[in-house]
């Protein structure tokens, strides 16, 4: 089916350091939805976007709605250890199904 | 955030039973419920969303008699892999979308690790 393009595939960063991932897409979506997967763990959502241009802030992560509303980034700043995992984002259309990127995997060297 | 909880965490079966897994929405009343497989290194694939007291919409390519799903209450959904084979060994998470939270998000399940030998 559909996917996002979701970029990096993987990062491999220092502890401290920023990290900053993204989505795009070829066609609209009316909400952005952040997730991260720890290994055995189903996804927990972390950040959901609903308005073109939407910047939303949880703790140390930052994501925004693009004003295209075709893509969307998630920023993590001074990255820890337990910030490991994979990343995904989702884009909806309305009440349509979710539609997933491939995942942004994060290590953290301590 | 919204509880979605999931029964069994893993399971091990032989090849030609069947199993049964249960996704609960434990704080909410979920009006959707969706089932997803996940295979390793690889992102979520859709599998059939279910709303309460209608038949599963199943997504292409999904055989709806080997997977059969209940969705008979508005905090219970249920998948049922039917004479389970070993290809059909994966990581199955259900998720949930109701009501009392922002009617365009999902909250997930933690997930069912399924082994068919």
């Known amino acids: 089916g559909q996917q996002l393009n979701q970029s990096p595939q993987s990062m491999f960063i220092q502890e401290g350091e920023d990290v900053s991932m993204n989505c795009t897409s070829s066609?609209?979506?009316?909400?952005w939805l952040w997730y991260k997967q720890d290994p055995g763990e189903g996804p927990v959502l972390l950040i959901a976007?609903?308005?073109?241009?939407e910047l939303t802030s949880n703790g140390r992560l930052t994501a925004q709605f693009g004003i295209t509303r075709k893509d969307s980034f998630l920023n993590i700043s001074a990255s820890i250890p337990s910030d490991v995992g994979i990343y995904f984002c989702a884009g909806q259309k309305g009440q349509g199904n979710l539609i997933f990127g491939k995942g942004t995997k994060l290590s953290v060297k301590p | 955030g919204a509880v979605v909880s999931q029964h069994p965490s893993r399971v091990i079966c032989k090849s030609g039973t069947s199993v049964k897994i249960e996704c609960r929405s434990l704080d909410f009343q979920a009006t959707t419920m969706f089932w997803y497989r996940q295979f390793p290194k690889q992102s979520l694939m859709l599998m059939a969303t279910?709303?309460?007291?209608?038949?599963?919409?199943?997504e292409q390519g999904v055989e709806k008699d080997k997977f059969l799903i209940n969705h008979a209450s508005l905090t219970l959904s249920t998948l049922t892999v039917t004479s389970a084979h070993p290809e059909d060994s994966s990581f199955y998470i259900c998720?949930?979308?109701?009501?009392?939270?922002?009617?365009?998000?999902?909250?997930f399940g933690p997930g069912t690790r399924l082994t068919v030998l």
């Open positions: 279910s709303n309460e007291g209608s038949k599963a919409t199943y």
């Open positions: 066609s609209i979506f009316n909400t």
């Open positions: 998720s949930a979308r109701g009501p009392r939270y922002s009617t365009d998000t999902q909250y």
């Open positions: 976007l609903y308005k073109a241009g």
